[in-house]
Every structure is written in C-alpha cells, then in structure tokens.
C-alpha cells in the first residue's frame, strides 16, 4: 500500500496506526533519512542538506535506500510505504521492484488535505528525539509538555517544519509528486480520503476503503459510522 499526500497531510500517523493494527512494516522514506542523518551516515550526510531547504533528496540515493528495505525479510508479506514514490521516476523504479518481488500494490491511499490544515499541523508538530514519537502540541499533546510519553524523551520540532521551509516543501510536493495523483489515477489503483478529518475518522475512512475491496477479514470490518470534517484542527 502507498500513501501518498502532501506534508503534513497525516500519512506518518496513519501508517504508524495501520502498521500496528495490521503487522506490516511502515516503510517511511523520511524516517530512514532522518535515522541516516542522525548516524551521520554517509546516505545522511549527503541527504541532510536537501531536507533542510525542503527539497527532495536525489532519486538515486532513495531508490537505493527503499530497495535495500523491501529486500529485508520482515517485507516478504506486505509493506506500507509512507513519503515514497515521490516522483515519477521513484514510481517506475517501484512497479519495476515489485514487478521483480511478484508483488502488486493493493491501493494507493491519497490523502487530500487543505492547505490551513497542514500548515497548523506542521507548526505544531514535536517529535521525540529519542525514539522518534510524532506529537502535536495541540491535537495530540504529550501528557508532559516537551517530553515523550513513551520513553520519556525530549520532543524538538524538525528544522524543515519552520515556517520558510514549510513553503518550499509545499510547492516541491505540488511541482513534483502532485502528477502522481493521475499516474496511479490511470492505473486504477487511487483512493481518495479527506486528510483534513480527525485521526479516529481518517483511520475510519480507510477501513472502509479496505472493506470495499475486500481487503478485510469479517473482524475488521468497521461498523457503520459518522465522519466528522476538520474539527481537530
Ligand atoms: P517526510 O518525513 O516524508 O515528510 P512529508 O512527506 O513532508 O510528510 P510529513 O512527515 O511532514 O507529514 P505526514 O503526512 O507524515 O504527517 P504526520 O502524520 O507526521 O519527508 C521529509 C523530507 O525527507 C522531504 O522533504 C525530503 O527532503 C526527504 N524525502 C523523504 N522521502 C523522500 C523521497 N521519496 N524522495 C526524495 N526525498 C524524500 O502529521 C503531521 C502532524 O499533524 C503531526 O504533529 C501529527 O501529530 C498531526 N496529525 C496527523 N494526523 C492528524 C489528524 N488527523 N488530525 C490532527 N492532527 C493530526
């Protein structure tokens, strides 16, 4: 499964939910580059500088990155793949290793969402340092200000969450991986959810999808239920 959606559009915190519920690994692209520059790895050192002004790190270094994880034994029954592809190119290279793994994306899941929507969620967003937690100061808020609630780490705010960066990632992601709304739109694979709705409700919405195509055993089936739009933010 894909998700695909501007940033701040809630794909982290719903493969996160979805990876639990379902045990399959959540394979997100800026999470290895975050762990990558963190490791003042070679991948991270050429990586960082890219993430800090908002743009997209090289095709190359993400596509060797995403193969070297898919290649791993815990991918063998399923991924989520959260943040990649992000441009045509990282599309291809992906039904190429897949078409190699004898797999087939299931659905890809976009995650339409406003703009004063994501802007409010990237301001106030906090991430433990430590283990890597996604909070939000308002919407999801640690039980102590500033510290994680699982490990007890100190919470910071991603230096390309800054209001200049926030910009620039917005019209990276509009020149760049916008298109590939229509590219998987013509494969037959889009599914639409509002990104805007509360996190319960976005994760809702997406087992209705499952139900609809069938993706479902009988248990997870969501019972009827009312979405609500916006209200968290
Ligand atoms: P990446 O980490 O992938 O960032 P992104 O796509 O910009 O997405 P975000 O993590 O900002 O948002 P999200 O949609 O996951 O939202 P989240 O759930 O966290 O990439 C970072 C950088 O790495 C890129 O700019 C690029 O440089 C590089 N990179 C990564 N992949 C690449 C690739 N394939 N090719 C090239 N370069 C690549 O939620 C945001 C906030 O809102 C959180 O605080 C959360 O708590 C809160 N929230 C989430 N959902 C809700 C909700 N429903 N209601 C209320 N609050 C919510």
Redesign the pocket.
């Known amino acids: 499964m894909i998700?695909l959606?501007?940033?701040?559009?809630?794909?982290?915190?719903?493969?996160?939910v979805l990876s639990e519920r379902f045990h399959v690994p959540h394979v997100?692209?800026?999470?290895m580059?975050?762990e990558a520059v963190k490791e003042n790895s070679p991948v991270g050192l050429k990586?960082q500088e890219?993430?800090n002004?908002?743009?997209?790190?090289?095709?190359d270094?993400?596509i060797e990155i995403?193969k070297e994880r898919l290649g791993k034994k815990g991918s063998r029954n399923g991924f989520i793949l959260?943040?990649?592809?992000?441009?045509r190119r990282?599309a291809e290279m992906l039904d190429s290793v897949l078409h190699e793994m004898h797999k087939n994306i299931d659905m890809v899941i976009y995650?339409r969402t406003s703009e004063d929507?994501i802007v409010r969620?990237?301001s106030?967003?906090?991430i433990c340092r430590s283990c890597g937690a996604?909070?939000?100061i308002k919407?999801?808020p640690p039980k102590v200000k500033g510290i994680c609630d699982v490990c007890n780490g100190p919470l910071y705010q991603?230096e390309?969450?800054k209001e200049g960066t926030v910009k620039n990632?917005l019209e990276?992601?509009e020149r760049q991986t916008s298109p590939l709304i229509d590219y998987y739109k013509e494969k037959s694979k889009l599914n639409t959810i509002t990104?805007?709705?509360?996190?319960e409700?976005?994760f809702k919405s997406i087992l209705k999808l499952f139900a609809e195509k069938d993706l479902l055993s009988i248990k997870d089936r969501p019972s009827p239920f009312h979405i609500r739009e916006g209200s968290?933010?």
């Open positions: 998700l959606g501007p940033p701040g559009a809630g794909k982290g915190t719903q493969g996160h997100s692209t800026g999470d580059l975050r990586a890219y993430m002004r908002g743009e997209l790190v090289p095709d270094i993400v995403v959260d943040g990649f592809p992000r441009t990282q995650f929507v969620r990237l106030g967003r906090r996604n909070y939000h919407n999801i991603r390309d969450d990632r990276v992601y990104g805007d709705l509360e996190v409700d976005a968290y933010d």
